[in-house]
């Protein structure tokens, strides 16, 4: 188990940005990824982003491509998600996670627990 925290979120009017942080509690990420999802109310959580914590490889999901950026600090033990032009229907709760495969949704075991993220005008 690890243990993640996220700070970040907010409210935030329509084209504006946010980014969210996640920082590693211990000395060391024992996963090989981190992730971040998002859950908005009545839906499932769902994948947005992932990242190689050692090489620092990204995937993105369709909808925040160009939009959202991950990025990572070893040095910091600390990964990022750096949002830009949202849009309403990024409105959601998003988790930091850790886990195994930085493109395979279902690799990612642990989570944080979570921090709001509201765009709205």
């Known amino acids: 188990h690890v243990q993640l925290v996220e700070s970040g979120g907010g409210s935030v009017q329509p084209g504006g940005s946010l980014r969210l942080s996640c920082v590693v509690a211990?000395?060391?990420?024992?996963?090989?990824?981190m992730g971040w999802f998002r859950q908005a109310p009545g839906k499932e959580r769902e994948f947005v982003a992932g990242?190689?914590?050692?090489?620092?490889?990204?995937s993105y999901t369709d909808f925040v491509k160009g939009r959202f950026t991950i990025s990572r600090d070893v040095t910091k033990n600390t990964g990022y998600l750096q949002m830009n032009s949202l849009k309403p229907e990024d409105t959601a709760v998003y988790y930091c996670?850790?886990?195994?495969?930085?493109?395979?949704?279902?690799?990612?075991?642990?989570w944080g627990q979570g921090t709001q993220v509201t765009v709205s005008s």
């Open positions: 996670a850790g886990g195994y495969s930085y493109s395979d949704y279902r690799s990612y075991d642990s």
């Open positions: 211990g000395r060391t990420f024992s996963r090989y990824a």
């Open positions: 990242i190689s914590w050692s090489r620092g490889s990204t």
